[in-house]
C-alpha cells in the first residue's frame, strides 16, 4: 500500500507520546494561526483561482471562522484536556473517578472542495487540540486550494506527527485501506458510505457530515423584504456550494408572489442589474457540476435569472416557481445557485412534506409568530436548526454542527471537535489498602451480602412516585 509507510511514521510518533503534552499541542495551533496571518492573500487567490470566490466570502468563511475555531480552541484548551471528576456511589466514596481525555492516535481527515480551507483547518484544530496525528487529504477538485495546502501547511506543522496527502478517487480508495484510529468525513452520501464501509472493516470510528436538501418554510407573516435578503443570500453565497444552504423555499401561493419581487430586488441589490459582472458573485467549481446544476433548471419555471454561461461556469442568481415535489431538483441536493419554490397550504403541510424526506442538515423557518417558528422546530428533525436567518447558526463556536440519518453522523466545532477527536475514558483508581470494604461482595453469596451492596451501589430515582 503506497500509503502504509506514511501511516507507520504517524503511528509512531503517536507511540512516543510526541503529541501528548499540551504544549506541543498549542505550539502547533499557534502555527496554524501563523499559517492563516501570512498566507491570508494566498488563500484568497487559491480559493478565486479554483471557483471565483469573492474575496469578501473567501475571507469571511475561510479565514475569520477559522480564527474564531482557533482561538476558542486556545482559550479553553486547559480546561478541556483536564480530567472530568464524576459522582461516586457509597461504595467508591473513597476513590478517585474521573473521566480521561485521551487521544485517538493517528486519524484522516478528508475535506470537500466547497470550503477548501476552512472545511480542512476547522477539525484539524479539533484534532491537533486532541492530542493526535493526522493525515489531511484535500479535494482535487480545488487544484490551486489543493497546492497551497499541500506545498505550504506543513512547513507550519511537526512533519513526524502530521502529513498532508493528495490523492483522487483511486488513491483515497488504497489510503482507506489502511487502519486509522479515526476518520473524519466531509462529502456526499454516495462518498460517505465508501468511507464507511472501508472504516468497518477496521473497526474505526468517523464522523461523516453529508449535507442534504434544506427546506426552508416561510410563513404568511413575515417581513417580505428581510426573508428575501437573508434567504437569497445563503442560498447564492458561494454560488449555492453551500452544504447548510436553504435548498428549496416552502410558501402558500399568497407568500410566494409577494416574495418573487422581493427575492428580484434582493439579488439586484446584492450582484447588479447583471450578476455575472458582479465581483461578488462566485463560479460553478468544475465543468461536471456545471452540467449537473444546469440540467435541474428544466424543473418548473424560470421566474428569477436562468442565464448560464458554460465557458465561464456561470449560473446566474436563479429562482423557479411551478415546482413538485417529484421534479429533479427536488431530489437532489441542488448545491448551486438555484432555488426552487414549492407550494403549500399551510405550516402542517409543510411539515409534514419535510417530514416525508431524508432529514436535512438544517431546516430553516421565517415567521413573525415564534410559536410558527417553534412549531417547524418541534415537529421536525434535522441536524440544525435556524430560525428567521439563514447559514448563520454555523458561525458561532457555542453550538455543535452536523447531521442525522443520510445527512451525516457526529458533530463538531468548538468543544465539539475537541470532543469528537477524543476518546472519554472512564477511570476508577482505588485504593489497595481498606480490603475489608470488599469483602460483602466477594462469594460465599448471602442474602444478607447482597442487601448491603445494594444499599450501598443503587441509584435511586429521585422525587419519583409510585402510582397505585
Request: charged share 20%.
Amino acid at each position: 500500500n503506497p500509503y502504509a509507510g506514511l501511516v507507520s511514521r504517524l503511528r509512531a510518533a503517536w507511540l512516543l507520546g510526541k503529541t501528548r503534552p499540551m504544549q506541543h499541542r498549542v505550539a502547533q495551533l499557534e502555527a496554524l494561526g501563523r499559517f492563516l496571518d501570512e498566507k491570508k492573500q494566498d488563500i484568497l487567490e487559491a480559493t478565486a483561482a479554483d471557483m471565483g470566490k469573492p474575496p469578501f466570502e473567501a475571507e469571511f468563511s475561510e479565514i475569520l471562522l477559522c480564527k474564531n475555531e482557533l482561538h476558542e480552541t486556545l482559550n479553553n484548551l486547559g480546561t478541556w484536556m483536564k480530567d472530568e471528576h464524576v459522582d461516586r456511589n457509597l461504595v467508591t466514596q473513597l476513590d478517585s473517578a474521573f473521566i480521561r481525555k485521551d487521544p485517538y492516535g493517528v486519524v484522516l481527515i478528508i475535506a470537500p472542495w466547497n470550503y477548501p480551507i476552512h472545511l480542512i483547518l476547522v477539525p484539524l484544530i479539533g484534532a491537533i487540540a486532541a492530542g493526535n496525528c493526522v493525515i489531511v487529504k484535500p479535494s482535487e477538485m480545488t487544484k490551486n486550494s489543493e497546492q497551497l495546502v499541500v506545498e505550504v501547511l506543513p512547513t507550519y506543522l511537526d512533519n513526524d506527527c502530521f502529513a498532508v496527502v493528495t490523492a483522487g478517487v483511486q488513491e483515497t480508495t488504497r489510503l482507506l485501506e489502511n487502519k486509522f484510529d479515526y476518520i473524519f468525513f466531509t462529502g456526499n452520501p454516495t462518498v460517505g458510505r465508501i468511507v464507511m464501509t472501508a472504516a468497518a472493516k477496521h473497526l474505526t470510528p468517523i464522523t461523516l457530515e453529508l449535507g442534504g436538501k434544506n427546506p426552508c418554510y416561510v410563513s404568511d407573516t413575515c417581513d417580505v423584504q428581510n426573508v428575501a435578503r437573508r434567504v437569497a443570500w445563503g442560498r447564492f453565497f458561494n454560488a449555492g456550494q453551500t452544504c447548510i444552504a436553504p435548498d428549496y423555499v416552502l410558501c402558500s401561493v399568497e407568500m410566494r408572489e409577494k416574495l418573487l419581487p422581493a427575492l428580484s430586488k434582493a439579488i439586484s441589490d446584492f450582484y447588479g442589474p447583471n450578476p455575472q459582472e458582479s465581483p461578488d458573485f462566485g463560479r460553478i467549481v468544475g465543468d461536471k457540476h456545471f452540467q449537473r446544476v444546469q440540467k435541474l433548471l428544466g424543473s418548473g419555471r424560470v421566474a428569477i435569472g436562468g442565464q448560464t454561461d458554460e465557458k465561464e461556469r456561470y449560473i446566474a442568481p436563479t429562482v423557479l416557481v411551478d415546482v413538485l415535489p417529484s421534479d429533479s431538483i427536488m431530489q437532489e441536493e441542488i448545491f448551486g445557485p438555484v432555488l426552487p419554490i414549492v407550494t403549500v397550504a399551510n405550516v402542517d403541510e409543510a411539515i409534514a412534506l419535510i417530514n416525508s424526506r431524508e432529514q436535512p442538515l438544517a431546516v430553516y423557518a421565517f415567521s413573525s409568530d415564534d410559536k410558527v417558528v417553534n412549531q417547524v422546530l418541534e415537529r421536525t428533525s434535522s441536524g440544525g436548526f435556524c430560525g428567521n436567518d439563514t447559514l448563520m447558526h454555523v458561525t458561532l463556536t457555542s453550538l455543535p454542527f452536523g447531521g442525522m440519518g443520510t445527512s451525516g453522523l457526529g458533530m463538531y466545532h468548538g468543544k465539539f471537535t475537541f470532543n469528537t477527536f477524543t476518546h472519554h475514558r472512564g477511570c476508577l483508581h482505588r485504593s489497595m489498602g481498606r480490603e475489608a470494604l470488599n469483602a460483602l461482595r466477594y462469594p460465599p453469596y448471602s442474602q444478607h451480602k447482597l442487601g448491603i451492596v445494594r444499599a450501598a451501589s443503587e441509584v435511586k430515582r429521585k422525587g419519583g412516585c409510585t402510582l397505585l
